[in-house]
């Protein structure tokens, strides 16, 4: 149980496009939703949370007209990466944490590397 | 805020025993977390500490002390598998949010 996927695991884009990347809970339902990113031999820096049918928070210094987060549903929240730069490329990990719970533990999605060219 | 650190490299031969520690400043405690992660993969559940003392979970272990705002993973046995980064989390905020120390990269040498 409580499997978290990511789509799609890798993607190449051009500079200037956008990149939509999904996180969906397969088999429990999430209110809450968060993302991740992550450079080479560094640790996970979180970008924001996200919250079912509400606006999702944002971490200091992570522009939110950039990075757009909806959470539509209690098993689904998009990352999109507009404009996207060559500084963009990164791993991006979602997690979330099952509705039902009352720990803190959250499921880790496989990640989708993103390489801008 | 929260302030996590533990050591960035460790070295361990096969078969051998590696403790990983990690010290934490937190305002308010919601328990610990311990994840592995292999290169390009996403992090793997470990641990989770909420009272002190030790926990054990096979080869491998976690220890918490709230009074000293330490914790430390225990693994027992090293497999050349095990060699990883393993990250402490402490969950915080409305959401309890998880902000990761640095990772700690173990290698585990033959």
């Known amino acids: 149980g409580a499997v978290v996927s990511q789509h799609p695991s890798r993607v190449i884009c051009k500079s200037g496009t956008s990149v939509k990347i999904e996180c969906r809970s397969l088999?429990?339902?999430?209110?809450?939703m968060f993302w991740y990113r992550q450079f080479p031999k560094k640790s996970l820096m979180l970008m924001a949370t996200?919250?079912?049918?509400?606006?999702?928070?944002?971490e200091q210094g992570v522009e939110k007209d950039k990075f757009l987060i909806n959470h539509a549903s209690l098993t689904l929240s998009t990352l999109t990466v507009t404009s996207a730069h060559p500084e963009d490329s990164s791993f991006y990990i979602c997690?979330?944490?099952?509705?039902?719970?009352?720990?803190?533990?959250?499921?880790f999605g496989p990640g989708t590397r993103l390489t801008v060219t | 805020g929260q302030n996590i650190d533990q050591p960035t490299e460790m070295t361990a031969t096969e078969g051998a025993i590696v403790q990983i520690n990690c010290t934490y400043q937190?305002?308010?405690?919601?328990?610990l977390f311990w994840y592995q992660q292999h290169a390009g993969e996403a992090p793997t559940f470990l641990s989770y500490?909420?009272?002190?003392g030790l926990e054990e979970k096979g080869r491998f272990s976690s220890f918490l002390s709230r009074s000293k705002g330490y914790s430390y993973l225990l693994l027992k046995e090293l497999q050349m598998k095990d060699s990883a980064s393993y990250l402490c989390?402490?969950?915080?905020?409305?959401?309890?949010?998880?902000?990761f120390g640095s990772g700690t990269q173990l290698t585990v040498l033959p």
């Open positions: 997690s979330a944490r099952d509705r039902t719970s009352g720990s803190s533990e959250q499921y």
């Open positions: 088999d429990f339902q999430a209110t809450t």
């Open positions: 996200s919250n079912e049918g509400s606006k999702a928070t944002y």
């Open positions: 937190t305002s308010g405690f919601n328990g």
């Open positions: 500490n909420v009272l002190d």
């Open positions: 989390a402490v969950p915080s905020g409305s959401a309890r949010q998880l902000t």
